[in-house]
């Protein structure tokens, strides 16, 4: 993943609106934590850091760059949050989730997206 891996973060953040656009509740949450975990991982690429397990990328994103101060908290936050609903919404046949839990999906992811997007541009001025 490169920096440039925000295209795809933006990639999914489409895709997870036309899934919740179509009734496709769990499939967009699970896109919206995509299109955050890219951010993350393209953010993280940047510093030179990778991590081989999405449980890695989230907490060196809290670590690094959330505590570093290049991302603002509510990010970390969101991350785990977006990796704890994709979990459930993937693997919890019996818990089905809303239309509003997705579209709040996609919200949080935007906003993990743009976060990551700002401290890059930070970076690069």
Known sequence: MTPDGLARARDE???????????????????AYYAAFY???????ARGETRSKH????????????RGGDIDE???????SLFERRSKADYDVA??????EAW???????HVV?????????QRD
């Open 13 to 31: 953040i489409a895709a997870a609106r036309h899934l919740a656009d179509a009734g496709f509740a769990a499939q967009a949450i699970s896109r």
């Open 39 to 45: 951010a993350a991982e393209a953010a993280l690429l």
């Open 55 to 66: 449980s890695g990328v989230i907490a060196a994103f809290a670590q690094l760059l959330v």
């Open 74 to 80: 509510s990010s970390g936050r969101l991350l785990r």
């Open 95 to 100: 818990d089905t989730p809303t239309a509003d």
């Open 104 to 110: 709040a999906a996609v919200a949080d992811a935007e």
């Open 114 to 122: 743009e976060a990551v997007a700002a401290s890059l541009a930070s």
